[in-house]
């Protein structure tokens, strides 16, 4: 029992109330136990970031299929390029055995924030669309075949800078 559970108990206790324990009950329902909360060794703590990576792997692998992306995208291809660059600009080959037990976590939790952000951007392409002049997005056929849209969208300087801008007044013409 938790210190701030104790304390409670003992002011219920004094009070004749009995709403303390069940507060200390709840508190401790409240959220289940992480992998790295129970990680005690090494291995463990190893274990806890590669299951983190696989889950976000996973969640990548979701969001690549419904924008119709394929592994042999050269998109695709080129972000994992870099991915792979910046993990061996980190960690470079040669220094593994002197990392010690520790660098599979370390490896995965880097891998892991990065193919974080690659989720995070893949998701800022969801969000966007029709009449965002800034959409990048295209159907993969299309960008197979090289084909943009047929209807040109045309927006005037003024309509670009607030859509740019968040709304904030637009420069003046002439500047």
């Known amino acids: 029992m938790n210190r701030t559970c104790l304390v409670l108990v003992i ?3 004094s009070s004749a109330t009995f709403l ?5 009950i709840a508190q401790q329902r409240k959220k289940p136990k992480s992998c790295w909360d129970t990680a005690m060794t090494q291995l463990a703590m190893n274990e806890c970031a590669g299951s983190e990576l696989k889950a976000a792997q996973t969640r990548m692998a979701a969001l690549l299929k419904k924008l119709s992306v394929t592994p042999d995208d050269p998109a695709q291809k080129a972000w994992e390029a870099y991915r792979d660059a910046q993990l061996e600009a980190i960690y470079p080959r040669e220094g593994t055995p002197g990392y010690g037990s520790v ?3 370390c490896f995965a939790i880097l891998k892991t924030d990065l193919t974080e952000g690659r989720i995070r951007d893949l998701k800022a392409l969801t969000t966007s669309g029709e009449g965002d002049v800034c959409y990048g997005l295209r159907p993969v ?18 309509e670009i800078h607030r859509r740019v801008s968040g709304g904030r007044s637009a420069p003046r013409e002439g500047n």
């Open 141 to 158: 056929a299309a960008r197979r075949n090289n084909q943009l849209s047929s209807t040109p969208v045309n927006y005037s300087r003024t």
């Open 11 to 13: 002011v219920a206790m």
């Open 20 to 24: 303390a324990p069940q507060i200390c």
């Open 103 to 105: 660098f599979p976590m």
